[in-house]
């Protein structure tokens, strides 16, 4: 049977081979639309390296009949140098004419400084710390481990001495507290007057009040209600404060100690509140007794007396008790300042020992390159005021003299020289990237295979305006000469408006963007993390990475559905090339969703 399948496919080759084909087609298909798809996302990733970079602006023009070109001034000032008269021959960038450029002068010497300043500042901080700074560090960290223990050691001491004040306090108070009763309650007016009715110092003191000064008695009723709503007030927290202060003892914990101080603080003030209504009282009725002529009773003003001393013990009382509270409150923010110097001083010594912070050494090097930029901005502005020659040539016509005001549009001089000229147009976007001296690249219509280089010779300072579009001439000067390129010839040309060696490059395809925010994928043991990355110059095809990647670090640069990935193989499997399957097991990653 095998035998005679393998006949027939021998007998008809090419019919057997399109079967084959058209099988494998529809398996292929049959698979993709029955089997359940395999939730997959590929990736296309590329290893990042060093490399050179350089930007280039393309534009086309023609070799020029004319061998003559116009200098014209690419700013306006006034001419202080003059290094030139017709017929002179000059060589490549000979000073021609000079400028006044004080005040350019002064903004270059700013962005020097600045920059100097920034340098320092960074070197500052990649800097390791050296012994001293680290020893100054664990100096200081040890000062304020032995403030906290001082005030820790202070706070300790002011209970004791809080201890000692409320101790100071009940001495005084209870006999304090005693006149003040004795001074409401006893019989003692009644006791040493004749005449009076037997009756508490209340009512004697009232009742020596005429019946017929209605207002004097209200008055004296009201003194009396207010000292005796003090009193009670000062006897309450009085006997409450005593028989916790009874239970306490030297040894209590400083929560107890605390918070009998501030009892005993409230007592103090309650006590001389107390002191000071009794004393309104009495002089009241002594005032109102000796505005009559009527006798003043000895004991009033043996009360009067007492009140007084006990005012000066009550004052010195509460003096204490509050120092004492403000001096327990003052250690503990003593602490809280130490635990939080203390934390202060820890972590600037672990960033000694580990070095400063990435994130401030990136900011500060963003820093830098900002200054860095200031000043390549105030030189290039600064070399607008100097105008060379852009070629070996001779001065053919010139018409500015020393001290002449001159600007954009003035013709400094026409220079001829023996090399060929081309000129070029450039629209307003390109012509900002381009600067007198950069090297260009030519290639020709006419010659196939076959390019010179030349550099920038002049920018025109106006532009002209054609279909709505400002276009503006570059003429360029070549570097060697051809016989083959002759006048009018159609040309082409790259001028690398900058060039860098040894950076860090991407492929542009690999560069995402949110905002003004720029980051790559980075794949690491299988996983994407997105990576932040400041760009620098960029290419058509790649950017410059200035922070954010390292060489050898793998990124993204494409990334293909599941779909996309088995379409791709397909292609690959029918393309018939090995070295392009190669390629595609190479370049892509499955990695499972």
């Keep these: 049977m095998i035998a005679k399948v393998k006949a027939l496919i021998t007998g008809h080759k090419k019919s057997a081979i399109f079967i084959l084909v058209v099988i494998a087609i529809g398996a292929i298909w049959a698979y993709r639309n029955f089997k359940p798809v395999q939730d997959e996302i590929s990736y296309m990733t590329q290893t990042v390296a060093s490399g050179t970079l350089s930007a280039v602006v393309s534009g086309s023009g023609q070799v020029t009949v004319s061998q003559q070109i116009d200098l014209s001034p690419r700013t306006s000032g006034d001419i202080v140098y003059l290094g030139m008269t017709k017929g002179q021959a000059v060589k490549t960038a000979t000073l021609l004419v000079q400028l006044d450029a004080s005040e350019v002068l002064k903004s270059v010497r700013d962005a020097e400084a600045n920059l100097a300043s920034a340098r320092l500042s960074l070197e500052k901080l990649l800097k390791p710390a050296n012994e001293l700074e680290l020893l100054q560090s664990e100096h200081a960290l040890a000062k ?64 020596a009040i005429a019946y017929a000064d209605y207002n004097e008695q209200e008055a004296m009723q009201s003194y009396l209600d207010n000292a005796e709503s003090a009193y009670q007030d000062a006897r309450r927290a009085y006997d409450l404060n005593l028989d916790h202060y009874s239970r306490s003892s030297r040894s209590s914990d400083k929560e107890t100690i605390g918070i009998l101080l501030d009892e005993s603080l409230a007592t103090a003030k309650l006590i001389t509140d107390s002191i000071k209504k009794m004393t309104n009282m009495l002089d009241y009725w002594v005032d109102y007794r000796s505005q009559r002529n009527k006798r003043v009773y000895s004991q009033v003003l043996e009360y009067q007396s007492t009140l007084a001393a006990n005012t000066s013990l009550a004052n010195g009382q509460v003096s204490s008790l509050l120092n004492m509270v403000n001096a327990i409150s003052a250690y503990k923010q003593s602490i809280i300042d130490a635990d939080r110097e203390i934390e202060e001083k820890n972590v600037s010594h672990n960033q000694l020992l580990a070095g400063e912070d990435e994130l401030d050494i990136e900011s500060q090097r963003i820093f830098f390159k900002q200054k860095e930029n200031a000043l390549a901005d105030a030189k290039e502005n600064l070399a607008d005021y100097y105008v060379r020659a852009p070629f070996d040539g001779v001065v053919a ?24 000229l081309a000129v070029i147009s450039l629209n307003e976007v390109d012509i900002a990237q381009v600067a007198l001296g950069q090297k260009v690249t030519l290639t020709f219509d006419a010659v196939e295979d076959f390019s010179l280089s030349g550099e920038v010779a002049d920018i025109d300072t106006l532009g002209e305006v054609s279909s709505g579009v400002v276009g503006y001439d570059v003429t360029v000067a070549f570097d060697a000469q051809d016989e083959r390129i002759k006048p009018g010839m159609s040309l082409s040309a790259n001028i690398i408006t900058d060039f860098k060696q040894d950076i860090i490059i991407v492929p542009n395809s690999a560069l995402k963007s949110q905002g003004d925010i720029y980051y790559v994928e980075v794949m690491t043991d299988g996983l994407l993390q997105p990576q932040p990355v400041e760009i620098g110059l960029a290419g058509d095809l790649s950017t410059e990475i200035v922070s954010g990647l390292n060489v050898g670090d793998e990124i993204v640069t494409q990334t293909i559905n599941g779909h996309s990935a088995a379409t791709a193989s397909i292609q690959t499997s029918f393309g018939g090339g090995n070295n392009q399957n190669n390629e595609m097991r190479t370049m892509i990653r499955m990695i499972p969703k």
């Design 144 to 207: 304020a481990e032995e403030t906290k223990e001082q005030a820790v050691s202070d706070l300790a001491e002011s209970f004791e001495d809080s201890y000692n004040a409320i101790t100071d306090a009940f001495l005084d108070f209870p006999d304090i507290m005693s006149d003040l009763d004795g001074t409401l309650y006893s019989y003692e007016i009644a006791d040493g007057e004749t005449g009076l009715a037997l009756t508490n110092n209340k009512s004697a003191l009232l009742n």
């Design 397 to 420: 016509e010139t018409d500015v003299h020393l001290g002449d005001q001159v600007s954009t549009g003035t013709v400094l001089a026409s220079l001829i020289t023996t090399k060929q």
